[in-house]
């Protein structure tokens, strides 16, 4: 008899752990606080711990003008941002100036990251881009002063203008062998940006490309370049020497302005414009 009632009473403890475990799991569980659809087939929710997940296949809309994207509203609550495979683009401004946004999750499925997608995500991390990216639009990342590194990967083709602008932890950046030109203030106001690898089959540097990069020593120009545009180094003050290859043709106003340390400079013999104040030292 005293066997029969310990098995009862061991029992009966057994399952108020477990009763006790289900009850604190259902407790911490984060509730969803909105929800809704952001494109014709895929849906997000937005829970209680700030994770906003997309689901579904294709594309989401795009949201550059009326109608904003639908967590608008909720955009101060989004701590991390959640792509789930199928999910083949972000669209255009989907998460502009989600102030606590600090990291996302994106699947091998996505091919484009829309324009103004992240940008002004001030507390935006380290970003892993899958290889199936092909496109990043302008202005994507601007902004994102607390990412330090972002992975490009190799079938990138289209980085829009401004993608990286004033991202002022960045430090170094190697771009993919598909990109074939460096868009206009791409860097610029990178501020921390100390080398960049441009891969050979780039055409031309953007005006601006790389403007205030105050700090930046590394960076080789490829053969393949034929145009250096306006302002394209300007107040790139760490700067010592420079090689400008063979094959660049042009060399636009102001392009290496305000190079204070920039002491050695080598021109081809296929340069045939050289625009005004491209290699004053002047201080500002």
Known sequence: MKTRGLRRMLLA????GAL??????GAFAADTIASGTCGEHTAWTLDSDGVLT??????????MMSPHAPWEEESDKIRSVVIEDGVTSIGK?????CKNLTSVTLPDSLTVVGRYAFANCGA???????DSVTSIGEHAFESCVSMKKIHLPEKLTDLGNNAFQNCTGLTNMVLPAGVTDIAARLF??????????????VGSIGEYAFSGCGVLTNVTIPGSVTRIEQSAFV????????VIPEGVGELRNNAFYACTGLTKVTLPESLYFIGQYAFPTARD
């Open 54 to 63: 997309v689901t579904g296949t294709g594309e989401m809309n795009c949201f």
């Open 235 to 242: 107040k790139c003050h760490a700067l010592t020497s420079m």
């Open 13 to 16: 403890a057994l399952l108020l």
């Open 93 to 97: 401004s989907a998460f502009p100036d």
């Open 124 to 130: 935006l991390g380290d970003v892993i881009l899958p």
């Open 188 to 201: 610029d106001r990178c501020t921390a940006l100390r080398s960049v690898t441009i891969p050979d089959g």
């Open 20 to 25: 006790t475990c289900v009850l604190a799991t």
